[in-house]
C-alpha cells in the first residue's frame, strides 16, 4: 500500500511469486491481499490515469491471477470487481501496454477456470475483445489456464458467447500446440457443442 509506484510493483511480484510456490504462507491474511491487489492495481483509475502506473497494474493483474489458481473458491469475493477492472484493459488495447493486455487476458481466464458460475453471465460484455486477446498470447502455461477458463464459461453459459464464436474460433486457431490432452479435449468438446448448435 506504499505511496511510491515502484514500491507497490515490486510488492506485487513478490505476491505473485508467493502465490506460484507457497500460497500456503498468504492465506492468514489472504483477504486483506486481495483487496490490496484487487484496488492497489489501478484497475479502477481511467485509461490514462492508468497508463502512468502501468507496471503497478500489470504486477498486480498477474498476482491475482497467480493466487486465483492456488486459492480457487476463496477469490470468489473479489471476482465481479477483478472483471470490471479488466474488460476497460481488454476494450482498450490498442492504447495499452502489450504485457498488461496479455496478463489481464490470462488473469480473466483464470478468474474465470475458477469461478465460472460469477464470470459466465457477463460473457457477452468481453467475449469480442478478450479472444482477441487471448489469440495473441504465445503458447505456455498461463494460455492454458486462460483456456481453460474459456471452456469452463462456454460449459456455464454456451449461448453468451454465441455472438463472438468468429472470434473465440480465431482465438482457439492461435495455438501452434496444445500440450495439454485434457485441455484438448476441452476446446474440442467445446467446438462439437457449438456444431451440434448449427445443425
Known amino acids: 500500500m506504499d505511496d511510491a509506484p515502484d514500491v507497490r510493483q515490486s510488492a506485487f511480484a513478490l505476491l505473485g511469486d508467493l502465490a506460484r510456490v507457497c500460497p500456503i504462507h498468504l492465506h492468514p491474511r ?15 483509475q481511467s485509461i490514462p490515469k492508468l497508463k502512468e502506473t502501468i507496471s503497478v497494474a500489470n504486477n498486480a493483474c ?49 478468474v ?11 460473457m457477452e460484455h468481453f467475449m469480442q475483445s478478450w479472444c482477441i486477446a487471448l489469440s495473441m498470447i504465445r503458447d505456455d502455461i498461463e494460455k492454458e489456464d486462460a483456456f481453460r477458463g474459456l471452456c469452463a464459461m462456454v460449459r ?3 449461448s453468451g458467447a454465441l455472438s463472438s464464436l468468429v472470434f473465440m474460433c480465431k482465438a482457439i486457431a492461435s495455438w501452434h500446440e496444445i500440450r495439454s490432452e485434457e485441455l484438448h479435449n476441452e476446446v474440442c468438446q467445446v467446438l462439437h457443442g457449438y456444431k451440434q448448435l448449427q445443425n
Do not use: Y
Open 30 to 44: 489472504l483477504s486483506e491481499f486481495l483487496d490490496v491487489a484487487d484496488g492497489g492495481g489501478n484497475f479502477l
Open 62 to 110: 498477474w498476482a491475482i491471477g497467480e493466487l486465483a489458481v492456488k486459492v480457487r473458491q476463496e477469490i470468489s469475493p473479489i471476482v465481479m470487481t477483478v472483471i470490471s477492472c479488466l474488460i476497460p484493459i481488454l476494450q482498450h488495447a490498442e492504447e495499452l501496454n502489450k504485457s498488461l493486455i496479455e496478463n489481464s487476458a490470462t488473469t480473466l481466464g483464470r
Open 112 to 122: 474465470a477456470w475458477v469461478c465460472p458460475e460469477v464470470v459466465s453471465p457477463h
Open 156 to 158: 456455464a453459459n454456451a
